[in-house]
C-alpha cells in the first residue's frame, strides 16, 4: 500500500513537471499583462509602460499595463498573488511592496512567499529640499541648526507609511535630529507648502519636484542614493555631506506569482535585460530621472527581502501605527 502511494506521489510529480516544461515551452502565447499599484502617469507607471512596449516586441506578444492605485498596493498584490502562475500576470513590485509588510496588520499574501521575482527594472532618486530662499545653502548647515535648535524645524513628506515619509523618518534618526515630520496628502502640496515656507525641509522623489527645482523655485541640498543623480551632477549625496549611514533611493521590479515554471521566468528576465539594455531605452528612463538596473531573479529577491526588513525597522523605530 505504501508502494503505491509513493509511486502515485511520483507520477503526479512527473506529470506536474511534465505540464510545467510544456507551459515553458509554449510561452508566450498571449499577452502579458503588468499590474501597477499607481495610477497613470507617475514614474513607476511610465517605466512600466517604457519597459513594457520593449519587451512585448523581444516576446512577440502584447504586454498590458493594468494600474490598480489604492491601498498601499495591497489590491494590486493580491490580484497578482492569486493569478495562475504562467507568466502571464505580473507585479511591479517596489518600495511600496517591502513597507506594505511592516505597515499592515495583515495582508492577503505574503510578498515574501507569494511571489517569484523575475528583474530589478530601475532606481530613482530621493531629493532633500529646501525652499529657493532658504538660509540653508548646504545639508550640513541644516543639520547644525537642527541639532542647535531640537524641534524647531518641520520636515515634510507625503502620506504616512510611503516611501517618502519613511525616507524622512530614516533621515530624522541617522541625522540625530528632533526635527518634526509633517505628512502631506501628494506631491503638489508639499511643494506648496515648501514654496510657502509652512516648511522648513522636505524629502520627495526627485522626478516630480526637478521641474521646481530647475525653475529655481526649490534648491536640493542633497540627494540620498549611493551615487549624485545624473540630471543634478553638483548636487551631493546625503553620504558625502556627513550622513554616511542615510542611503535610500526608490526602486522597482518585477516579479509573478509564486510557482511559475523557471524556465518562464528566465525567459522574462533575459527579455527584460534585453530592453533594460537597450540605448533607446536607457535614454527615455534617463529623462524619467530613472536608472535602468536590470539584474537576476535572486537580485531582485534578496532586495524585496533586505528592504522589508530596513523599512519594517524604520517603522517600528518611528512607532507608525499599523493599518
Given at each position: 500500500m505504501r508502494s503505491t502511494r509513493w509511486i502515485n506521489a511520483g507520477l503526479f510529480s512527473l506529470v506536474a513537471l511534465a505540464i510545467g516544461s510544456a507551459q515553458a515551452q509554449s510561452f508566450p502565447s498571449k499577452t502579458v499583462r503588468i499590474v501597477v499599484p499607481f495610477g497613470a502617469g507617475g514614474v513607476a507607471d511610465l517605466t512600466a509602460r517604457t519597459v513594457g512596449q520593449k519587451l512585448s516586441e523581444s516576446l512577440g506578444q502584447p504586454v498590458l499595463i493594468d494600474n490598480k492605485p489604492g491601498a498601499g498596493g495591497v489590491a494590486a498584490g493580491d490580484a497578482v498573488a492569486k493569478a495562475e502562475p504562467d507568466g502571464y500576470t505580473l507585479l511591479l513590485m517596489s518600495n511600496g511592496t517591502a513597507v506594505s509588510?511592516?505597515?499592515?496588520?495583515?495582508?492577503p499574501f505574503d510578498a515574501m512567499r507569494d511571489f517569484a521575482p523575475i528583474s530589478t527594472l530601475a532606481t530613482f532618486d530621493i531629493a532633500i529640499l529646501v525652499p529657493a530662499d532658504s538660509k540653508f545653502k548646504t545639508l550640513g548647515e541644516l543639520l547644525n541648526f537642527a541639532k542647535a535648535n531640537p524641534g524647531k524645524l518641520n520636515l515634510g513628506s507625503i502620506?504616512?507609511?510611503s516611501?517618502?515619509?519613511?525616507?524622512?523618518?530614516?533621515?530624522?534618526?541617522?541625522?540625530?535630529?528632533?526635527?518634526?515630520?509633517?505628512?502631506?496628502?501628494?506631491?503638489?502640496?508639499?511643494?506648496?507648502?515648501?514654496?510657502?515656507?509652512?516648511?522648513d525641509v522636505g524629502v520627495e522623489i526627485l522626478g516630480p519636484v526637478l521641474p521646481q527645482v530647475t525653475a529655481n523655485a526649490l534648491r536640493v541640498l542633497?540627494?540620498?542614493?549611493?551615487?549624485?543623480?545624473?540630471?543634478?551632477?553638483d548636487v551631493p549625496t546625503a553620504k558625502e555631506s556627513g550622513l554616511p549611514a542615510f542611503v535610500a533611493s526608490s526602486?522597482?521590479?518585477?516579479?509573478?506569482?509564486?510557482?511559475?515554471?523557471?524556465?518562464?521566468?528566465?525567459?522574462?528576465?533575459?527579455?527584460?535585460a534585453l530592453a533594460l539594455n537597450n540605448p533607446d531605452i536607457k535614454k527615455k528612463l534617463h529623462e524619467l530621472n530613472v536608472e535602468a538596473l536590470p539584474g537576476t531573479p535572486e537580485q531582485a529577491?534578496?532586495?524585496?527581502?533586505?528592504?522589508?526588513?530596513?523599512?519594517?525597522?524604520?517603522?517600528?523605530a518611528a512607532k507608525i501605527p499599523k493599518q
Open positions: 509588510t511592516g505597515l499592515f496588520k495583515s495582508l502620506n504616512i507609511g516611501t517618502q515619509n519613511l525616507a524622512a523618518e530614516l533621515f530624522k534618526s541617522t541625522s540625530g535630529t528632533d526635527m518634526q515630520v509633517v505628512p502631506y496628502n501628494g506631491t503638489p502640496a508639499l511643494i506648496t507648502a515648501l514654496r510657502g515656507g509652512q516648511l542633497a540627494v540620498t542614493g549611493e551615487k549624485r543623480a545624473a540630471v543634478l551632477p526602486w522597482n521590479a518585477l516579479a509573478a506569482p509564486a510557482k511559475t515554471p523557471k524556465d518562464v521566468i528566465a525567459r522574462l528576465n533575459k527579455d527584460i529577491a534578496a532586495l524585496l527581502a533586505s528592504e522589508t526588513k530596513r523599512w519594517g525597522d524604520v517603522i517600528n
